[in-house]
């Protein structure tokens, strides 16, 4: 059995990778009791039917995660799997509102995410980024708040995202929180296009000056903008089984992810929230090379893009070393 292709994860919401049996073990350490009898039942509910029952499940699951060894729990657990899956790099969302809602303060969350981060490259072998994202079906104010509560840790949080409940939200109620991170020096991306329209990557682009799109595949719908994220190698993060689990599109083989590769854009493969949607980030390249009938050169092109689109300006060197892993490696069958 050949190892998994070298690659980032680029877009992976580190609460979207709580999977049953861990929510049973800190549930029962800090109290807390569920309405599921067992975590046979609780993967049962993960089966949900639409967007608002992934919704609930996710926000009343996050009960869980009260402290920050809870949090470290959390994240270990998620590299563990994605080392297993040839994850080298991982740049992980974390979602502060949710949290300060149910009055976990946004320190706790980021020393326990953080505590696993500090030694992922020791014990997992991948380098890590944290993005801290806004939600975007809470108001602009809060988005502001959380940024000022995050002040003291933004020598651990690397960006900046958008995440949530996408129509209805457009980017450009974010203008000012996303100049202020800017100000910061915090890079920028954000969800748009994924339920959303084709004008809210164009938006995230030129009011929010977002450096990826996350999802953004509804950009397919305008040629012009397809033709100038090719040109200014823009990135965009498609997580191609949660589509399917939330309706975006009905089957795999309907994912565009082939032909936006064809239309020159610069496209990465990722899990989103792996534990709800079917699969981490090898069950999501595996899943799109069956359906999709991708070669090994353009699964190497897919690895290729992942470093390349990460944040890893301050280490070239690193970012070269991937790359030419990527080069060397062997696909089954070539
Ligand atoms: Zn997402």
């Not at 988005?143 to 409940?165: C, E, F, H, N, Q």
């Not at 100049?179 to 030129?206: C, F, K, Q, S, T």
């Amino acid at each position: 059995m050949n190892m998994p292709v070298p690659k980032a994860e680029l877009h992976l919401h580190i609460e979207g990778t709580l999977e049953p049996e861990l929510a049973f073990a800190l549930a029962a350490r800090g109290g807390v009791t569920l309405p599921y009898a067992d975590a046979a039942a609780l993967r049962e509910a993960y089966r949900f039917s639409d967007l608002q029952s992934f919704l609930d499940l996710y926000y009343g699951l996050m009960a869980v995660l009260r402290t920050a060894e809870d949090f470290t729990e959390l994240t270990d657990a998620y590299l563990e799997r994605a080392a297993a899956q040839g994850v080298r790099h991982a740049e992980i969302f974390f979602d502060p509102q949710a949290h300060a809602a149910r009055g976990v303060p946004l320190g706790t969350v980021v020393e326990g995410i953080g505590a696993s981060l500090e030694r992922s490259e020791e014990r997992y072998g991948i380098s890590t980024r944290l993005i801290m994202c806004f939600l975007r079906d809470e108001s602009a104010e809060s988005a502001l708040a959380t940024l000022d509560a995050a002040k003291p840790y933004l020598d651990r949080i690397t960006g900046v995202g958008l995440d949530s409940a996408e129509v209805g939200n457009p980017p450009a109620k974010f203008r000012e929180v996303y100049e202020e991170a800017a100000r910061l020096g915090l890079r920028r991306v954000a969800h748009a296009g994924e339920e959303g329209p084709a004008a809210y990557v164009r938006e995230a682009l030129d009011v929010l000056g977002v450096e990826r799109v996350d999802h953004g595949l509804r950009c397919m719908d305008d040629p012009e903008l397809v033709d100038r994220l090719a040109r200014e190698r823009v990135p965009l993060t498609l997580c191609p089984l949660s589509n399917v689990r939330l309706r975006v599109i009905d089957t795999l083989a309907d994912h565009p992810l082939r032909a936006m590769m064809e239309a020159g854009l610069l496209v990465t493969v990722n899990s989103d929230d792996p534990a709800y949607f079917g699969g981490y980030v090898g069950e999501n390249f595996d899943g799109v090379r069956d359906a999709l009938g991708l070669t090994g050169e353009q699964l190497r092109e897919l690895a290729r893009n992942s470093f390349e689109a990460s944040f890893l300006e301050d280490d070239e060197a690193r970012r070269e070393r991937y790359l030419a892993e990527v080069e060397a490696y062997q696909f089954d069958g070539e």
